[in-house]
């Protein structure tokens, strides 16, 4: 990660698990980015302390209100991020916010099925596209060649549960709308590799584990693995990436997974 200099990043759903995580090490890296944008639904909110309290110790990172469910929130956080870059663009998009809804084939509701895939799969699509012109901005900017996620990327955290060929844990946990939601947006992700190549940005599916984390373990199995290992490893896969991995499916040790 010593070698991954990356000069502004967002981060959405970071006030918990990876989001938050993901948050802490760029902080705390020997080279921090001059931005790190931390979106929440509620900054004000008790859930948001731990960004607050980091925000106190790092005048670098920014709060910023976005509902990944609702268009106005998001323009408005792109908004305030152009704000804060002035004439720069922003280099790393992380859609990192997701839900899961325990359920199986037999309890699965069309209601959680329509709010699953709003916030996993048309959440990411809505936030790219309105951060589609800052990243546009970074890559044009930018003396370097080809694709990278220092220069302009977009990831997309998705999960290995959403592998039609792998479909891990099956017998451990069906949740099928989170299942259909990430093989949606493993296929957003490709789409986006496809459209946005030209522009100079990288486009990538990040499976993160089974973590430790709120939602990780939101079933009745615990999660093996700890939120800052994960979130290490992937920190240490993005530098790793360029153009011949643009749309490609990854796990967090940098392992390419099978759609």
Not at 151 to 166: D, L, P, R, Y
Request: overall charge neutral.
């Amino acid at each position: 990660m010593a070698g991954f200099n990356v000069r502004s990043v967002l981060v959405t759903g970071a006030n918990r698990g990876i989001g938050l995580e993901l948050v802490k090490q760029f902080l705390e890296k020997s080279n921090p980015p001059e931005w790190v944008f931390a979106t929440c639904r509620d900054p004000e909110g008790e859930r948001a302390q731990q960004l607050k309290n980091l925000a106190s110790r790092h005048p670098n990172l920014a709060i910023v209100a976005l509902e990944a469910t609702d268009p106005a929130s998001i323009k408005a956080a792109a908004t305030r991020v152009e704000e804060h870059l002035k004439s720069s663009g922003l280099n790393l998009l992380i859609n990192n916010a997701g839900i899961v809804r325990p359920s199986t084939l037999e309890s699965e509701t069309p209601e959680d099925m329509s709010l699953v895939y709003a916030t996993n799969v048309t959440g990411p699509l809505l936030v790219s596209q309105a951060f589609l012109p800052l990243l546009k901005k970074a890559a044009q900017g930018s003396p370097q060649p080809g694709l990278s996620c220092s220069k302009a990327a977009i990831v997309n955290m998705s999960s290995e549960c959403g592998s039609i060929t792998n479909l891990i844990a099956w017998e451990l946990v069906q949740v099928v709308s989170y299942r259909c939601s990430k093989a949606a947006l493993n296929m957003l992700t490709k789409c986006q590799s496809l459209g946005y190549e030209g522009d100079g940005i990288l486009s990538i599916a990040v499976h993160p584990g089974w973590v430790q984390t709120d939602m990780g373990s939101s079933t009745s199995h615990q999660a093996p693995l700890p939120v800052d290992v994960s979130v290490q490893g992937i920190l240490n896969v993005l530098p790793t990436l360029s153009k011949k991995d643009n749309g490609a499916f990854v796990n967090w040790e940098g392992k390419v997974l099978p759609w």
